[in-house]
Each structure stands twice: as C-alpha cells, then as structure tokens.
C-alpha cells in the first residue's frame, strides 16, 4: 500500500508534431513535457490575465492576445539543420506561432496542455469563474 513513487525523470514526455505547408514542405516539432519551473511561470502569466469583479470573483481575461503562443514558446521545439548537419532543436517563437492557422494551433494548444496537465487547472479555473 505504501508503494514508493517511481519517475524516470530523466525522460520527459514527448509528442511529435508536423506541420505541412502550401507547398507540401512538412516542418517536424516535439512538444515536451515541461520543468515545473515552466509550468508555474506559465501558469502565472495566464493569472495575470484574469479579470476580477468587486468581491475577487473571476469574471473574465483582460486580453488572451498571445496566451497560445506563450505556452507554446515554453514547450514546443523546432527541428532544425545544425551547422555541423545534424538535427538541432530550438524554441518556437510567439512571432512563428502567430502565422499559423487557428485550426492548427488550436489543437496543438490542446495537446501541449494534456502533455503538461494543464488541462485540470483551465478546468478549476473556469469551474470558480461560474461558482
């Protein structure tokens, strides 16, 4: 009953994404499991767009502008050619995430959630919004 908890925490989670475009040319991500460092900052920034009525109900966001792109920033790789042509990955940039179609983004959005259990929280958040 008082079974240790066991994490292999040197392999974080990691779901593969490919985006293709116009032109068929298809770009490979990862969206990754974040450090919980990431996790909170994140978590803060999207506090910090909560609108509170007089009593410090929330009633609603400020803005929403750049929340997808903010999270994505923190857990979604780019693969790219190094220089000595091996695969680098690097971050996506807010301006990168910014052109992409919001079908695409939407379910990317939706999945880096799951991957980082950020789902139940959304969820806690909008429960005490309607209390």
Request: hydrophobic share 35%; glycine share 6%.
């Amino acid at each position: 009953m008082n079974e240790p908890l066991l994490f292999n925490i040197a392999k974080r989670n990691i779901r593969p994404v490919v985006l293709e475009a116009e032109d068929g040319t298809r770009t490979e991500y990862e969206l990754r499991e974040m450090s919980v460092a990431k996790k909170e900052a994140h978590m803060t920034a999207q506090a910090q767009r909560v609108r509170y009525d007089d009593k410090g109900k929330p009633i609603g966001y400020t803005s929403l502008e750049g929340s997808s792109a903010d999270l994505l920033t923190r857990c979604m790789f780019k693969k790219v050619v190094a220089k000595e042509g091996g695969p680098e990955w690097v971050p996506v940039t807010k301006e990168e995430v910014g052109k992409w179609p919001a079908y695409a983004a939407a379910q990317i959005v939706k999945a880096a959630q799951e991957l980082n259990k950020l789902e139940d929280s959304e969820k806690e958040e909008a429960a005490a919004k309607n209390d």
